[in-house]
């Protein structure tokens, strides 16, 4: 019996930290795929004009990095009219074969995501099947929550310390090349989303899996709340029953 709830406990914490990273990773889809933050931000930086294109053409070229990322094409072609002349978008070969190496990784994060989705899931059958109990069941929910908080609060203090610092060891750490050394001066991609950009994403990423986390942990601490008030009223049933015999 003792063996049975401990691993329905360890289940719970595991679906907690879990479902703690398949929110990181989803709040980090969703911002990437964000236009109208992209939108925001090129005007912001005046992305356009720098780069010499309408931004019209700036849109249409972020469509097919997005695509291209989601892998939903093959290629980056893409022909633009900048300062008065008809040109590939992207021509440097070093940042699109960057691009290959982002493709790839961000495809693989999609694919962690989901297999941390399936395996949160899992876990919480897993631990309802060996009977929990519900007020344990939310208390061990909300540890995992918080022990899968420690990655992204890290990552959060790191890149408000230094950015610069924390987005080239994030480059380190995620590509086994160093083709994402590319030149300001000539790569269309660095001028289209330079560090001040990412900066942006980063923040962005972070208040929205904030406040989706403060959600998951507004729902446990309900159903703890409820479980308490549940367990509560049947212990002064059983304490009525028992002086009326």
């Not at 995992?144 to 060891?169: H, K, M, R, Y």
């Not at 962005?204 to 008030?229: E, T």
């Amino acid at each position: 019996m003792k063996k049975r709830k401990t691993l329905a406990r360890i289940f719970m914490v595991l679906a907690g930290v879990f479902v703690t990273l398949a929110t990181l990773l989803t709040s980090i889809d969703a911002a990437a795929f964000d236009k109208g933050f992209y939108r925001y931000q090129y005007k912001r930086l005046g992305t356009a004009e720098r780069i010499g294109i309408s931004e019209e053409d700036l849109m249409r070229a972020t469509d097919v990095l997005l695509d291209y990322c989601a892998g939903k094409r093959d290629d980056l072609s893409l022909v633009v009219d900048r300062d008065g002349m008809r040109v590939q978008m992207f021509t440097d070969e070093t940042e699109v074969a960057h691009m290959v190496d982002v493709q790839a990784l961000f495809l693989l994060m999609l694919s962690v995501r989901n297999g941390l989705a399936i395996a949160a899931m899992l876990c919480l059958v897993l631990a309802f099947c060996l009977r929990i109990p519900l007020v344990d069941a939310m208390k061990k929910l909300m540890w995992g929550l918080g022990l899968g908080l420690l990655i992204p609060i890290l990552c959060g203090v790191l890149a408000a310390a230094d950015f610069n610092w924390f987005w080239t060891q994030f480059h380190h750490v995620f590509f086994t090349n160093d083709l994402w050394l590319l030149n300001p001066a000539t790569s269309v991609l660095i001028q289209m989303v330079p560090e001040a950009f990412f900066a942006a994403i980063v923040t962005k990423i972070l208040v929205w899996f904030a406040v989706v986390m403060l959600i998951w942990f507004g729902l446990a601490g309900l159903s703890l709340y409820v479980a308490r008030r549940r367990a509560k009223r049947k212990e002064r049933r059983k304490d009525a029953a028992g002086a009326g015999h």
